[in-house]
């Protein structure tokens, strides 16, 4: 395995890489780091060059001082390595993260695997997720770490519908390190730059061969999210993972990694 700082955009990108063969670039979930993809890693390093990094301002990457896009990020690290072409997985934000990378860079994206995806310009939040909302404000601002940590472990771990203890408890604890870990973190000075159009509106231009994979127990958005992507984008395949809420790599790795595998091959 091959580590490292790449040195992009007024800013320093922690990056991991193993494996031969095709590039294979994973993006994260906010507010987390590339160690969520702790069980994909190796396994899919038998088969791929993986890639996986922590963005600016999570894990060991350093925050931008300076306004950003992270899908410059991205390009930027790829052109780093000297990749020119990459399967991309990106789950929630990362998601709608690797949907605009692939919209402003066809030609670097081989296929596409959207996981528990966002999608910017979506208006439709259940009940459920607006009673998270209004709970996370609620949250005090100085020593409300640990009930704003509980707090996500149950909204974003076990889900609207399921109790934190239905779940393996090593689960919840990874989870919980990566909240901690990453919500204790300075900000940086620099404004996130978004793409001009939301990508809701420019979805159906994403040409590449595409997977879906949704989960079932999560805020019903989500679900609906990946229904309406499916519509859109006419390579798409969904998949559903029965019984999973949103990190759905992490609640049921073996599952998610033969769904994966078998799309990829």
Known sequence: MKTGFAEINGTSL?????????????????????????AQFEEFAKHFQVIRFDSAGSGQSRAHDNDFSLVDDIKGLLEYLGVQKVHLIGLSVGG????????????????????????????????????YQAKLKEC???????????????????????????????????????????????????????????????????????LIVSPDVDFPEFSAISQFLHEKIRASKMAVIPGTAHMINMEKPSEFNRLVLSFLK
């Not at 922690?14 to 702790?38: A, C, F, I, N, R």
């Not at 605009?100 to 979506?122: C, H, Q, R």
Request: charged share 25%; aromatic share 8%; hydrophobic share 35%.
């Open 140 to 210: 005090p601002q100085s020593d409300g770490l640990t009930e704003v940590v509980n707090l996500m472990c149950k909204a974003w771990a076990a889900g609207p519908f399921r109790s934190v203890d239905e779940l393996s408890q090593d689960f919840i604890e990874k989870y919980s390190i990566m909240l901690r870990t990453n919500l204790t973190k300075e900000n940086g000075k620099g404004k996130m730059i978004l793409p001009e159009t939301k990508t809701i509106d420019v979805a159906e231009n994403i040409k590449v061969p595409t």
């Open 14 to 38: 922690y990056y991991e890489t193993k494996g031969e063969g095709q590039p294979l670039l994973m993006v994260h979930g906010y507010p987390l780091d590339s160690s969520m993809w702790d």
């Open 96 to 131: 709608n993260l690797s949907m605009d990378f692939t919209l402003a860079n066809p030609e670097m994206v081989d296929k596409l695997i959207l996981v528990s995806t966002g999608l910017l310009g979506w208006s439709e939040f259940s009940l459920e997720r607006q009673e």
